[in-house]
């Protein structure tokens, strides 16, 4: 098995900070990756949560993108929706946008105090994994498959990287859960994927 190497790109550069693309993969791998679009300042914790994970999994991939800045707002400097990342823009993600991962993890922020459970996986998974996240935090956890944090589209990029647009889970979280609960989210996934569910 060949081993994964970590690569950074700087996308774009302020005077107080940063747009940092991240890829950690072997260049072969298919089975899972996970991913946090909106890292560092962004959507605080959802790198360490996608990083965290790809680390206990056998067999993982992350991309990220993290934004920093001392003086201005990251979410208002690189908060792209998620449907709006392409390889042409996101050159570490080209490399593996055709890959055609079996699962793909996207982890996120909500400014509410819940977790939702979106992307364009299966209704059955999707309830499997809000049961599981349900018993390891603190807040309300929600299956979605419509409305304004579902990511369901198929532009999205957490499904147009699953094999046949249909492997995409998308997580949007609370502040208080990736701040205080995010290991107990990324074990809760470790446990699913062991399991079989994702």
């Known amino acids: 098995m060949t081993r994964a190497t970590v690569r950074t790109r700087r996308l774009e550069e302020t005077d107080t900070g940063h747009y940092t693309e991240l890829l950690s993969d072997d260049g072969a791998n298919d089975e899972v990756l996970v991913c946090a679009a909106h890292g560092g300042q962004v959507e605080p914790w959802t790198a360490e949560q996608a990083i965290a994970l790809t680390a206990r999994l056998p067999s993982a991939s992350c991309w990220a993108c993290l ?7 990251p979410f208002e400097l690189w908060h792209p929706p998620s449907s709006a990342f392409s390889p042409e823009e996101y050159p570490l993600l080209g ?3 055709d890959r055609g991962f079996e699962t793909v993890v996207s982890f996120h922020g909500l400014g ?6 979106g992307g364009a996986t299966d209704a059955e998974t999707k309830r499997r994994v809000s049961d599981r996240l349900e018993t390891a935090v603190s807040t309300p956890v929600e299956s979605v498959s419509s409305g304004p944090y579902a990511g369901v589209s198929p532009n999205n990029f957490v499904n147009w990287l699953s094999r046949d647009g249909a492997g995409g889970l998308q997580l949007e979280q609370s502040r208080a859960v990736r701040d205080e609960e995010r290991a107990a989210v990324v074990g809760a996934l470790e446990a699913l994927r062991s399991d079989g569910v994702l």
Do not use: F
């Open 67 to 73: 934004g920093y800045d001392d003086r201005r707002k």
């Open 95 to 97: 490399e593996i946008a």
């Open 112 to 117: 509410d105090d819940r977790v939702l459970v």
